[in-house]
């Protein structure tokens, strides 16, 4: 039960301080979810009351069984332009038929996630490299940073087609911007900055939405112009069984199973990026997180909700004001509740211009430079990599950012797997020590004797870089009368990985070279018997380390060939 609901383990060691900083956390996320479930709706072509239904019951289930402690699920910006630009191809958007495709789309969405989850399929993730996932996450607070000028400045964009444009089109109409809403914007990002720097346990998002209210309220901005979320409607959602019938699913599964990825891939990104910060506290279990997720659109369908996954900036906002469990996600959604029932009227007032604030300064949290500029001294295929994943979101979307990433990942990894590491070896003094010849001055190169370790699974991508490594060293080597190839780092060979050794005998052989190997592990060895390898190196020419090869006139070994194999 608990492996079902991670929220039950939590429970455990749960304290009377943890409760008012996820309550402080919830009512923060809560009043975000108000005014961000409405317009992700309008985007997805739903009414604005669709978006309110997604913010309660997918995020109250997911906070049960999910295993971050700070995602925040519910609508968010980019699955609903997916959903609006898949949907509509099956309906018109505005109609009772639309209604019902986009309901239908989030139950099937569910159990996507939750068969990808049940059949283990998480490992997906792992072809999210940490610097897919840190460059997918600095272009999305780029985009979500930018996305908030319009209700930072009082600026609304017209004909732009783009990010960049919409960047452009901001930098030229500066002249336009709104002085209420833009003072209103820097005073709310005044009180964020300096509330969390004098006040680091308290809330300053809460501070800011309730001041802001009071403003607006008192002063009259709505008469001067500057945007509020304005009348809300009211009343919770029914229950219904979404329909099925009439589908057409050749067309209709394809678009499912993209936005079943694209939730999964945000929620683990999201995750990963804010548990890095708590890694004493918990992990992030992929299976589990398809799971929740699937369970969280599954009965979320049943009450008239479109498809969820995490946000980058609620989770932002909910870690940054101090969530520690998932019960801030249960407080928020219970916040989405209260406001249908009883206080929309309250929040009416509420000027645009803060939430944007709250939103700019969260995201942008989520940006980590050192990181990147670490993974520029130290490994710069994972640097080329985050930047793949940053550019490629920023310039073909979120969905083809991402698989971008994971396309670049792949061919980094097929073109280091296909480069293993080879050092050639020298005897260190007299000694029975051989060390590799670039790092270690006193080892000594014996022009009469090749020895080199190979430090990887051997098979078809890289049996080629063996080859040719064997050949250069035969080149370089005229005198070489021996070769020695140390296996105690070859943990598997496949056939093509045997065909390539039996080359490099036949290589050596003809330029009147013996071939010997050493330190080979017991599967390797039982596969060399079973092909025949074994005997066509010669079992004299197998030893247990490279002295045997080299130091002992007639080479041979101190210990029997062993094998399982009969």
Known sequence: MNNLFPLLNVFKSYSKAWLKQDLFAGLVVGVMLIPQGMAYAMIAGLPPIYGLYTAIVPTIVYAIMGTSRHVSVGPVAMDSLILIAGASA????????????????????????LSMGFLRLGFIANFLSKPVILGFT????????????KYLLGITPVGVDGLF??????????????????????????????????????????????????????????????SLVGQLPGGLPDFSVPVLEGLPWARFLPLALTLSLMGFVEIYSIGQRLQSKHKAEYEIHANKELVGLGMANIIGSFFRTFPATASFSRSAVNESAGAKTG???????????????????????LPHAVLGAIIFLAVLGLIDFKIAKSLWITDRYDFVMLMASFLGTLVFGIEWGIGFGILISLLVLVYKTSKPHMAELGRVGDSTYFRNL????????????????????????????????????????????????????????????????????RHLHDHQIEFHMVSIIGPVRDKFFKTGLS????????????????????????LSYQTNVK
């Open 90 to 113: 099956f309906a018109a958007i505005g109609t009772d038929e639309y209604l019902v495709v986009t309901v239908a789309m989030t139950l099937i969405v569910g159990l996507l996630q």
């Open 138 to 149: 600095f272009a999305a607070a780029v985009i979500i940073s930018i996305k908030q000028f």
């Open 165 to 226: 444009d919409e960047f452009v089109y901001y930098v030229t109409h500066l002249h336009f911007t709104h002085m209420p809403t833009m003072l209103m914007a820097i005073g709310s990002l005044v009180l964020l900055i300096g509330g969390k720097k004098l006040l680091p346990k308290w809330p300053s998002s809460l501070l800011v939405v309730v001041v802001g209210m009071g403003l607006s309220y008192i002063l009259g901005m709505e008469q001067m112009g500057v």
């Open 327 to 349: 019960l801030a996600s249960i407080f928020a959604s219970l916040i989405v509740v209260l406001a249908l029932l009883f206080f929309m009227p309250v929040f009416q007032y």
């Open 438 to 505: 670039k790092r270690f001055e006193s080892a000594v190169d014996d022009p009469h004797i090749g020895i080199l370790r190979f430090d990887a699974r051997l098979f078809f991508a890289n049996v080629g870089s063996l080859k040719s490594k064997v050949e250069m060293m035969v080149k370089q080597k005229p005198t070489m009368k021996k070769f020695v190839l140390d296996a105690q780092s070859m943990i598997d060979a496949d056939s093509s990985g045997i065909e390539g050794l039996e080359d490099i005998i």
């Open 535 to 558: 005997e066509k190196i010669g079992l004299d020419h197998i030893h247990d380390c490279i002295a045997d090869a080299i130091l002992i006139d007639d080479a041979k070994t101190k």
